[in-house]
């Protein structure tokens, strides 16, 4: 027996559902099958939107279920083409039961848990149903088996937590006995031990096939979904990353934990122990090795296996001079986040015991600042502590590794590279197994940091330049075309990766973060935006990239009087005029100073002897011992005016 798993996407359309029953009939040649499912892509996001609105009194629900039955109803007279009137007839049943819990949760302008549920519940249902179907039309041997009849939980709805003694027993009793060769198993799906509709949080199909996969002991488990496995990070986010081959249950655990979203976190727990090996595949590119988490990782060579990051966080911190030396406030903190049921995701504590910072989602922040400034009333109103300090916008970012902590400088490593880069640190956490480094960083970094750690951990060396160019007229022309020239170059034998990730002239500017095409930049810049030199700066900060650098190839005052600017945002500044460092020589000391103090260069190497390498041939003598006593040089006009 095999347990393969496919995800929202993998069974988001009557084409990707295809590429589904092509895997199962090749897999099922081998043992028998048991397919878990999940809703079809995006239908669980809806069939919340619908209850929000209908519980709202918005009328606009129905439209959201019209959506949902119109795509249901499309993708079955796409797989069951011939006039199949009874299975067409089962849907629309279906489908006026959700309308009827959507009519009813607009009338009483209520939505619990329980009826959350109740309500997601349908997007398994529907999406199981659809499938079976389609098997059972094309003559496959094959059945429906609603989770609800095998996985028992508590009532804690929304995220129940699993029985494992009924549940185990259910699914042996069912599987043992059946005869078919492919079972569609609704996955996120169960019922309480009181016969309530209850599912097992957000994502939570992978663990579904977990626990079949353990309560039978199958050699392996399969989760399908829309990439080619686990990777070094999040491929949407990171161009760069690459799926990882193998990995070990606690690393992927720590990788799902702190925001890997490919797997659902509980459901590495059921095939831990029985080491069933779980393999993550790409339901698109079958034929991708994939991940395989298994118990160790096979010998990685590098010292960190993966980057996460878990956005929409809020910090609280507790702090005040009464807390230091008073035992009792930890705890007092920590019952009342337990007892408002709200997860702490990561936690800090100066050493001094003057404050307490800990990460939670933002959803739950006002909960939690309401409870814990009712909690710590009287210590507020006698000024020995603050009221708590809630910060949003707020991220964690975690390095994870189990070889992590063999290794000194890991965390030096990642916090200079996240420095170099302008990324400010709010908190930070350091896991004692040391397989986990996070920091807490602003969501509108986020991407940023995953790139820039990727490239540092993760990509031998090369580094991503991305150069932003304001004038280009005859000489920055020259340079773009000597870029584009010697691009290949540069990243072969110097391993930089030069890329234009925005170029102006006076009249219009243009930008792209994955860098301009250079073969078709004059046409692109012709269709720009309307250029000013603020507009410029602001886009090149909010690009926010990594190893960003300012090119002024222009010969005009305002532009350089924007060099502080760049530089405060740790964007490195290349003059080719020398318009900013003939001016006063405070200007020209306080630009040096803010090169160094924001670790960004600052570089004017063609300010002098029309470009000859005399500055970088003379800093290299002073590196070296030399002293230089005098110049003498035959001066242009302006420098003998300067004089
Ligand atoms: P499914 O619907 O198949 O369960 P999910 O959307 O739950 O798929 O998970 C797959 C997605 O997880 C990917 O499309 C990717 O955007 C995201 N993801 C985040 N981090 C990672 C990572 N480290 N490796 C792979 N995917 C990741
Ligand atoms: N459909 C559910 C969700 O979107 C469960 C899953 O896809 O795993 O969260
Ligand atoms: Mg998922």
Known sequence: MQVLKFGGTSVGSSKNINKVIAILEANAKQSKVICVVSAVGGITDKLLKAGHLAKDNKKDYKKEYKAIKNKHLAMLSELIPTNETKVADALEEKLKQLKNLLDGIFLINELSHQTSDRLLSFGELLSSFIIAETLKSRAISAVLKNAQELIVTNSNFTKAEVKFEPTNLNIRNYFNTSNKSITIVPGFISKSVNHEITTLGRGGSDYTAAII??????????????????????????????????????????????????????TVQPVLDLKIPIHIKNTMDPKALGTIISENSHGKSSTATGITNINNIALLTLQGNGMVGVPGFSKRLFETLAQEKINIILITQASSEHSICFGIEVQEANLAEFAINEVFEYEIATKKIDPILVEKELAIIALIGDKMKSHQGISGKMFSTLGKNNINIRAIAQGASERNISAVIAEKDVKKALNTLHESFFESDTKQLN??????????????????????????????????????????????????????????????????????FKNAKVLNLRNSVF??????????????????????????????????????????????????????????????????TLSNLMASGDKITSIQAVLSREFKLCF
């Not at 075309?481 to 110097?494: G, V």
């Not at 990730?501 to 301009?516: E, K, P």
Request: with cysteine; charged share 20%.
């Open 213 to 266: 996969a353990a309560a039978l002991h199958v050699e392996r488990l399969e989760i399908w979904t829309d990439v080619s496995g686990m990777y070094t990070t999040n491929p949407k986010l990171v161009k760069q990353a690459y799926p990882i081959k193998h990995i070990s249950y606690q690393e992927a655990m720590e990788l799902s934990h702190f925001g890997a979203k490919v797997l659902y976190p509980p």
């Open 467 to 536: 150069v932003f160019i304001t004038g280009v007229g005859n000489v920055g022309e020259r340079l773009v075309e000597q870029i584009k020239q010697q691009q290949q170059y540069l990243k072969k034998h110097l391993k930089i990766n030069l890329r234009v990730a925005g170029l102006s002239n006076s009249r219009t500017m243009v930008f792209n973060a994955d860098g301009i095409d250079l073969n078709a930049w004059k046409a692109e810049l012709k269709e720009g935006e309307v250029a000013t030199l603020e507009g410029f």
């Open 551 to 616: 090119v002024d190839v222009t010969a005009n005052e305002a532009v350089s009087k924007l060099y502080a600017k760049y530089l405060k945002e740790s964007i490195a500044v290349v003059a080719c005029n020398k318009i900013a460092c003939s001016s006063t020589y405070e200007n020209y000391v306080k630009l040096k100073a803010l090169s160094l103090e924001y670790n960004a260069p600052f570089l004017f190497e063609t300010n002098v002897g029309a470009g000859l390498p005399i500055i970088d």
